[in-house]
């Protein structure tokens, strides 16, 4: 894994943690504690499904908040004990990467802890992007002198020190009524993860995070990406379209409510087409009450469903070619969140990215009870994996929304005290 100077707020053993998974379909808590022996151990879960939400953005804050404490009150009473804070997740249409390398001259013939400190400080100074607030920031590789690649530069000889950094970024907007609405529910945020890096956390087994994988965790309002290789995040996106998506398609194309239009989907929706869908019928209540029910055929529905998936995955194929990261990632693409357990989607992604696909399902956690075990509780389970694991990031803690933190750093100070400060750092 790549060397940082900082791991993310992580906590202490045996002590409780809680988690919430906020998405456009379901709300997800989970509490649990890190038991030195056996790893994390869920103490309770709960669900509920969601509402105000809406492509990962809330909507409605009334109707949000009372689902947030729907979910985190079926934790509490399975896990018999009362939380205060909780780290969150976040999947905005905005999510985005950025990469920034950064080079500065350090006083002492080796480096030292205080020489990184430095470099990052100016890494995040250097960063401004005043509409989008800093989730995560990763060091990939360090540089000294003219030698890339460096994991751990400490202790080495040179004049220069320079690190290739990935912010991980979303917009302030969204990111401040989210944390509004959880503050509203009386909890604290300990922290804020993209959903794409929780999921493959929470899905990619050793040998994925190792060579590289690509994560595309298809929730209900958007379908975001990960990219993974070498133990570390190298880039994430995300595209507004998701399994609500589907179903709004069927209900306009069966002529159905949404509400049937989820069901049909859930018993019969399929992204590969087979012969005998031409010859199956499905019954469509009609939209209006007391109307009469018809029928259409599978094949029809398959087309539809078919059709909104393919163009997802194109979006994200190519978005990654364009990235440059499509070959970087290796030949593994991991499915998760609950529109991957369509029937026919991991093989529809094969066919289009041309790569190996399974559905990626959570694991490495004691306690996980079967009803938690899909694909679609993936986030969740990177979630608290995130909480109890230390991480190669810059900063930790919730991530500032007022714009400014960071980019205080690069003007901050008259001639003396930058003088005064650089002397502090290096003597």
Request: with cysteine.
């Amino acid at each position: 894994m790549a060397f940082g100077i900082a791991g993310s707020s992580q906590a202490k053993r045996g002590e409780v943690a809680a988690v919430l998974d906020i998405g456009s379909s379901k709300i997800v808590c989970f509490i649990g504690c890190f038991d030195p022996d056996v790893g994390v151990r869920l103490m309770g879960i709960g669900h509920h499904a969601s509402q105000g939400i809406k492509c990962g953005a809330v909507v409605d804050m009334d109707s949000a908040e009372l689902s947030i404490r729907c979910a985190v009150e079926k934790a509490e009473r399975a896990a018999g004990f009362t939380i205060s804070s909780v780290s969150v997740n976040v999947a905005v249409r905005s999510l985005s990467s950025q990469h920034l390398t950064v080079e500065t001259g350090f006083s002492s013939g080796d480096v030292a802890e205080r020489d990184l400190k430095r470099v990052i400080s100016t890494a995040l100074g250097e960063f401004s992007e005043p509409e989008d607030a800093i989730l995560h920031a990763l060091p990939l590789n360090w540089s000294v002198d003219d030698t890339r690649g460096i994991r751990d530069p400490r202790g080495m000889f040179g004049k220069r020190l320079g690190v290739d950094m990935h912010f991980v970024t979303a917009s302030v907007g969204p990111l401040r009524n989210l944390a509004h609405c959880v503050e509203r529910c009386h909890l604290r945020i300990n922290n804020i993860i993209a959903s794409p890096y929780a999921a493959g956390l929470g899905a990619l087994v050793d040998d994925e995070l190792d060579l590289g994988a690509t994560v595309i965790d298809m929730g209900a309002g958007v379908t975001s990406a990960s990219v993974f290789r070498d133990r570390a995040l190298v880039m994430v996106d995300a595209v507004p379209i998701g399994g609500h998506h589907v179903s709004a398609d069927i209900a306009r194309g069966l002529a159905t409510n949404l509400k049937d239009a989820e069901r049909i989907k859930s018993l019969y929706g399929s992204a590969l087409s087979s012969p005998k869908d031409d010859y199956q019928m499905i019954t469509c209540p009609a939209i209006v009450e007391h109307g009469q029910p018809h029928q259409e055929s599978r094949a029809l529905l398959t087309s539809i469903v078919q059709s909104r998936l393919e163009e997802t995955f194109e979006i994200l194929r190519d978005r990654l070619a364009r990235a440059g990261v499509d070959e970087f990632a290796g030949r593994r693409i991991v499915l998760t969140g609950g529109a991957a357990q369509l029937c026919g989607a991991g093989e529809l992604a094969g066919r289009i990215f041309g790569k190996r696909v399974r559905i990626g399902r959570p694991h490495g956690l004691l306690g996980l009870s079967e009803h938690a075990a899909g694909s679609d509780f993936a986030t969740a389970a990177g979630l608290i994996k995130h909480v109890f694991t230390a991480r190669a990031e810059a900063i930790s803690g919730t991530p500032d929304l007022s714009g400014r933190k960071y980019r205080r750093r690069r003007y901050a100070g008259n001639p003396i005290e930058r003088s005064l400060d650089w002397l502090k750092q290096n003597f």
